[in-house]
């Protein structure tokens, strides 16, 4: 077998996710057909399953049982399930009502410069080592209820699908960016942490300032393409604003909860 066809679980992922099927069940899927095709067993001991020896090899771990070393090695990162609850008791008692009430009262505020100033904040808190969970704790109860209070109160009515979708990728791409390259400018970030072990390892001299200095160009970068996007979503839902009738404002929850 060429060794190239062990990349097939590149395939599998990019497939899985273009269809819009589970996250979780094509990662594993692809890490599954990954692993018994670069010729490692599914499971490391036998156990209860000596009838069926060509699923074992001895001395060599199963990909079931990295699987489960490598959940339980990064377990932590689960924990912020444990807010959800709190999050949907805000959500229950109106935080999306009230937090788009607040936004609509401030008339220089539209989705894109809410997206920047987002995008900003999640960066100032990964140089700071902060880590939060954005999604789950910021983005969905918060950013976007006020986002489309402030999309509503300049579209003077309520909002179409479409553009309630282009919202939350909006923001969701804010919570991407910042996270991802703000990270990078903290010498404690697991991220900066790894690259400069390896660095270490293969006997480059390398320090975590001089990483964190050499990132920092890159997240002014991102920071500048996310500027051109969120304004250019701007422009794009003042444009579809002008061709849309007005109507009463109503309500965010009928959009919000779609």
């Known amino acids: 077998m060429p060794e190239w066809f062990k990349l097939i679980g590149i ?103 809410l997206a920047l100033l987002y995008q900003l904040f999640r960066i100032v808190h990964g140089a700071l080592g902060l880590r939060l969970n954005g999604h789950a704790s910021f983005v969905r109860p918060l950013i976007f209820p006020m986002s489309v209070g402030a999309a509503e109160a300049r579209a003077n009515g309520d909002l179409g699908e479409e553009k309630v979708e282009l919202i939350k990728a909006a923001n969701s791409a804010s919570e991407n960016y910042g996270n991802f390259y703000g990270q990078n400018l903290s010498i404690v970030q697991a991220g900066v942490l790894l690259v400069y072990g390896v660095m270490k390892g293969l006997g480059y001299e390398v320090s975590l300032w001089r990483l964190v200095l050499f990132t920092t160009p890159i997240v002014v970068l991102s920071l500048g393409l996310g500027a051109a996007q969120f304004l250019l979503l701007d422009r794009r839902l003042k444009s579809v604003a002008k061709k849309t009738p007005q109507a009463k404002p109503e309500g965010i929850l009928d959009n919000a909860s779609q």
């Open 11 to 113: 395939v599998i992922v990019v497939v899985g996710l273009a269809f819009k099927l589970r996250t979780t069940l094509v990662v594993v899927t692809a890490a599954l057909v990954t692993g018994m095709l670069a010729g490692l067993p599914l499971f490391s001991s036998a156990g209860v399953l000596q009838a069926f020896p060509f699923l074992i090899k001895p001395g060599q771990e199963g990909i079931i049982n990295m699987l489960g070393r490598a959940f339980s090695d990064n377990r932590l990162m689960t924990l912020f399930i444990i807010t959800l609850p709190a999050i949907g008791l805000a959500e229950r008692y109106g935080l999306q009502e009230q937090s788009a009430i607040l936004i609509r009262k401030i008339k220089a505020a539209t989705v894109g410069r």
